[in-house]
């Protein structure tokens, strides 16, 4: 069986509306800070203000694909990111450092709510591979070899320490972002009847796949034919 049709199927896929090419991401928990401060801003901090704070989308693009040697697909395409956080800052205010020593200012600081945008491309390296299963199957997994994660920098704007850059990531799915099966088993059935004899008689044709193998020309199968006359 040749791969070519495989890879021609990535063109129609690159070719397809945004929304069916786009991964999602979503944060679902708000479980550390963006940025703390130390000794200078008195441990003001930036965190996210809510479980679902953090949102991008990412869309596949400029698909295209490639036979390896050993019969898997390659797809690299770019993932273009687009992003928002909606950040709840605090700011306890700067410290103060006198002859005799240092100390922050007295009371609770302020603090508000900050929205940031932010944009990231990200080549992607994606794979196709074919495995034998059981049950004369053939398995397929599509799945992300690298990178592990997209990293991007939140720029946020503060009036009270200027522009401040905090790094955060996203986490690319380990599990196989597809996966299916197709038979190699075939059977089939029907009747037949010898000539001058007015009998017809049932048979039952089964292929069962005995040797499997992928590689750039292809995935190879080798059947056994078994006929049961009836």
Known sequence: MSLAPVVSAAARIAAQPAAKRTLVFRSTAANGKLWEDGATWCHSFAEINGPDGLRADGVLEGLSAAIRDDGSITLNPTLKVNGKAQVHWHFMGKRQYFLVGNACPPGGGVGG??????????????????????????????????????????????????????????????????????????????VFQLPGDARERRY?????????????????AAWKTVVQFK
């Open 113 to 190: 709510s900050i929205g940031v945008t932010f944009e990231k491309q990200q080549p992607l390296n994606i794979r196709l591979t074919f495995a034998k299963a059981a049950n004369s199957m053939v398995d397929y997994d599509v799945w992300i070899v690298d990178p592990a994660r997209v990293d991007v920098t939140l720029s946020f704007g503060f009036q009270h320490i200027g522009n401040l850059g905090v790094p955060t990531r996203f986490d690319i799915p380990k599990a196989p972002l597809a996966h299916g099966s197709f038979p190699l088993l075939i059977q089939d059935s029907g």
């Open 204 to 220: 039952d044709l089964v292929l069962t796949p005995v040797e499997f193998s992928t590689t750039k020309a292809g995935i190879a």
